[in-house]
């Protein structure tokens, strides 16, 4: 009898209804009902279907709602009624193959997934004394990251990029070559348009087999964008607690940290660093660190950073390179000349390629990191002539590198090679132009 009695004891056996008094853009205020922060409200108009609300935050005796459609229809004096739910999302096998939106619901023409069981959008990050060292090389098919910036299973790291230099395709290339055995990608005020260019030409059937894709496009309202970034980080710790290794990513993480920021400004926060709110810089970690290992599994995250205007310290930039485990920078410059992906390798980093590479691989790598940069300081006084060769030898065994490390780092989307392949291959060109 004692679960029932539990039952009865935590039901909502009264209902509790608010009525709206003030809308204002995306924000509406109302009178009760007497709710919690991040709790499921729905508004009732006089005609039409239920809205589904969140409740933001409180002023001035009113509760602050932020909607997850259009508000159309919705005026002074609709009921404003609480469910007791916190947002949820349902995590299964169900979802392998599937695209959906942040609540669940099937976006390609399918039934609805018969998930499993419900997951809290929000959940506690590991205890860090419960998190197993970073021992493993994941492979992710793509040559410039397997040698270079050699990622690990449960590391996270940023994607910063402009926009229009590949950042989609990079992804679409990891997610259909990588070794992890559950891709879940979120799409987070994308095009309408690129999402399923993104599907169709980039992840390919094979990909999608074993991905789950969740979307929210560029017109939907911010919070339903921020809850598909939570929704696809609740998908992916699911798969992982049932043992897989599971490749997170997310496009973009920026567009995520708007959304952010236009609730919290609704919600009466102030705006500091380029309008963003405090609630920002203190969700974006926790986010961040919901991924990583654990015990039974482990989510690989790449997140994209789109970087306003070029610029490579602005606030999410300078944050998300602090927090995250390494960071890959395309370029502008690389992609105008046609070399994609356009990695710029001098400038990314991966925190764990030390503890992920053998020792001679590491020297091997260091060696042509060397070459390149000496290349690259003195280039400008080669293109122009000023340099006679001979003059340096260490400057001639950079020239005579340099074209085929170029070469070395171009890939078609399409191509695939294994990271020891990859690494062989770096290996024969380094020895034969250095020596």
């Known amino acids: 009898m004692q679960p029932y009695l539990d039952s009865i004891a935590n039901a909502d056996l009264v209902s509790r209804i608010g009525y709206v008094r003030q809308l204002a853009g995306l924000s509406i205020e109302s009178h009760g009902p007497e709710s919690i922060v991040g709790e499921v409200c729905e508004l009732r108009p006089r005609r039409g279907r239920a809205l589904r609300a969140e409740v933001v935050g409180f002023r001035d005796g009113r509760v602050t709602l932020m909607p997850y459609g ?53 959940a506690a990050p590991l205890n860090p004394m419960a998190r197993p060292p970073i021992r493993e090389a994941m492979e992710c098919g793509v040559r410039a990251i397997d040698t270079m910036l050699t990622l690990g299973r449960g590391q996270r790291v940023g994607i910063f990029a402009g926009s229009g230099v590949g950042k989609s395709t990079l992804l679409g290339m990891v997610s259909r070559h990588s070794t992890a055995d559950v891709n879940v990608i979120a799409l987070i005020g994308e095009r309408g348009r690129e999402v399923r260019e993104f599907i169709d030409r980039h992840l390919g059937a094979t990909g999608l087999a074993r991905s789950v894709v969740v979307v929210a496009t560029s017109d939907q309202p911010a919070l339903a964008r921020a809850r598909a970034a939570y929704a696809a980080t609740a998908i992916a710790e699911w798969f992982r607690d049932q043992g897989r290794h599971v490749l997170l990513t997310m496009d973009s993480v920026t567009r995520f940290a708007m959304a952010k920021r236009e609730i919290g400004l609704t919600a009466g926060e102030p705006p500091t660093s380029r309008g963003y709110t405090p609630s920002v810089f203190a969700e974006l970690p926790e986010l961040c660190e919901r991924c990583g290992t654990a015990e039974s599994g482990a989510i690989t995250a790449l997140f994209t950073v789109l970087v306003e205007g070029d610029d490579f310290n602005e606030p999410i930039s300078d944050l998300l390179r602090a927090t995250l485990d390494g960071h890959i920078v395309l370029t502008r410059q690389l992609a105008q000349q046609g070399h994609y992906p356009a990695i710029d390798v001098l400038q990314s980093a991966s ?64 191509e695939r090679i294994g990271g020891g392949q990859a690494m062989a291959a770096l290996e024969a060109l380094v020895v034969k132009e250095r020596s």
């Open 70 to 122: 259009h508000v159309h229809g919705i005026g002074p004096g609709c009921e404003v009624v609480a469910t007791g739910h916190l947002p949820e999302v349902g995590v299964g096998e169900a979802l392998l193959g599937r695209v959906i939106d942040a609540f669940g619901e099937p976006l390609d023409g399918g039934l609805r997934p018969a998930t499993r069981a419900l997951q809290p959008l929000k």
């Open 351 to 414: 925190r764990l390629f030390s503890e992920l590479v053998p020792k001679p691989r590491r020297e091997l790598v260091y060696q042509a990191f060397e070459a390149m940069s000496l290349y690259q300081r003195n280039q400008q006084m080669i293109d122009i002539g000023a340099y006679r060769a001979g003059s340096n030898p260490e400057i001639d065994a950079a020239i005579r590198l340099a074209p085929g490390v170029s070469r070395f780092l171009r890939q078609h989307e399409d």
